[in-house]
């Protein structure tokens, strides 16, 4: 999946990269794209070129990848007081409030979660629960980083016998 940027139809184009852009010159046309956590695809075919930036899957830290996980075993009903036992149950680590509001707040800025307000309760003093749903590009991130995982693991012999 990527974003459209151009397409030229003229083999006369014109490529130029750096780290931090790719620019694409042809006859009446300029196109300047930044690049700063992405690669490049450019398909050439009949002397039509289209450049494609298809995004990297975000990178993820440890507890971010525990967040996620534990979010996406309680479903619908994930929100902090829920996702904090899951982890609690799961990893036999006891998250702080702050930390994981926090993380939760820089995934939702980085797109990997989404969340939403339920209705206030007398229980809780008439405050809503903030419920979290992980996105695709969460779901993508998760799955990149447990694969890489995996591929670092295999053959080490670790999580077998007397190791585990």
Known sequence: MGMFIG?????????TYSRLFVEVTSPGSKVKV???TA???TIGHDNAYTVVI???PASLGEFEQIVLLAI???GENAYGVTIRAEIAAHTKRKPAPGALYTTLDRMEEKGLVVSRLGDPTPQ???RAKRYITV???GRVAVIS???SYRSLLQGLGLLEGANA
């Open 135 to 137: 996105t695709k590009k």
């Open 145 to 147: 980083a447990q694969r």
């Open 34 to 36: 930044p690049l700063p």
């Open 72 to 74: 996406l075993r309680l």
């Open 7 to 15: 397409s030229f139809n003229n083999s006369h184009a014109t490529w």
């Open 124 to 126: 809780r003093g008439g």
């Open 39 to 41: 690669r490049l695809l």
């Open 54 to 56: 298809m995004a990297r």
